[in-house]
């Protein structure tokens, strides 16, 4: 039968630590203290007086919360904790941008202060395709996010019209169908906005420069990260000028603002990086280094990643690759996942119905468990229906039937 695996993923690591490779934290839906301190701190002396041991943060923006965890060059932790998204309203709906904004401050606030003192990098991650549209000058947010699963078909014929076929860019739920969503609106002043990405705009309260993006998250918006440029056919674009300028994840931006370092005591020299998405965050977490490995992210959704030598795209499938240094990680992400569980059981529920199933006994029931209509991965189809009929009387058996058809959709 088929086995659902979920991996729990607790640090993360920045590009700028000398001794390892990049690492990130996700796991959203693996309940934690709101925060969890490690004091065991080590002290090294120099020629100039005390000098501390270099900390790097890195923080995780999912779909339901956000989370940090602060270690040192050996990857140990020092600290991690984690908030849930609080609700703001605009306008009758949930003020997504005020919300992201006030849990970056929290979490930066929840670290301890003498862990802050010796943080020499900031980095985070936030979810794929969740786009904001600023003004350029101030920084103003225009419009309401676009949201990692949010489907624009009204600006997937234009976008379909431009792109090479089967491109990434040819899903509902791209970046670049959002932009051109907004863009034909035809809102006052549109040429003077600049589009980035959660990660972005939050990097950019950070550190103050906007306009800035890394490769990961620009790829549904176009950038060809092989070649390192937008395509020419991108280019030729009216709103192309919208666009962010791209570096490589953990790339080096600037220093933290002033206003950062006086409010929480970063040191005056912390520097912000360039960042990624949460499911390559998983993927480097887990610390699968060999091509052919896996690494599944069950969160309120579900994302896979393969690293592969080999480049593989095709929106028909919503399979797509983000480069990984001079590999690929091949994959996609399904609509399934934590959500809907959570919307049919509580956690109580989980916990105790799971342990009555016997995993050695399959279940009969075939579901495609949605919490609403609409599909990414393995197949882009935004009008795909949830099934979960017939519902059995044991509750036992319902989990079972789910549990079982996640994990058809993972293989």
Sequence with gaps: MLILRQFQISSFELFQSPKQTGFYSSSRSVPLPRTRFYSDFRVMSGNKG???????????????????????????????????????MKEESMGWASSWKATLFSLLEDIPVTVRSLVSSIS???TSATTL??????GEVLCQPYLYNQSCPDALPEVKSIAPANHTVCSGTSTLCKLVSWWNTEVPNRESAVLLHQADW?????HGRLGVSDYNNALKVGYDPESESYPSWLLGQPYSQLLPKVQAPGTSIGNLKESFTRQFGFPDDCI???????????FLAARATEPGK??????????????????????????????????????????????????LFSDEQLERLSQEINPMVGSPLDYYPLQSSGERFPIADPNLAPRLLPRPESDVEFLHGILESIARIEV
């Design 50 to 88: 005390t000098n501390y041991e270099k900390l790097y943060l890195g923080m995780d923006f999912g779909t339901s919360g956000g989370r940090f965890t602060v270690i040192d060059e050996q990857g140990e932790i020092k600290a991690q904790g984690k908030r849930e998204y609080p609700p703001f």
């Design 202 to 206: 939050l990097l950019w309260l950070l």
């Design 294 to 343: 896996a690494v599944t992210s069950l969160g309120s959704t579900l994302a896979i990643k393969l690293l592969s030598t080999k480049r593989v795209d095709d929106a028909r499938y919503g399979v797509y690759s983000h480069r990984l240094d001079d590999k690929w990680l091949v994959g996609g992400a399904s609509n399934t996942g934590g959500a809907i569980l959570r919307q």
């Design 124 to 126: 985070l991650d936030g």
């Design 272 to 282: 912000v990086c360039t960042g990624t998405t949460d499911s390559i965050a998983a």
């Design 133 to 138: 549209i600023l003004n350029s000058e101030s």
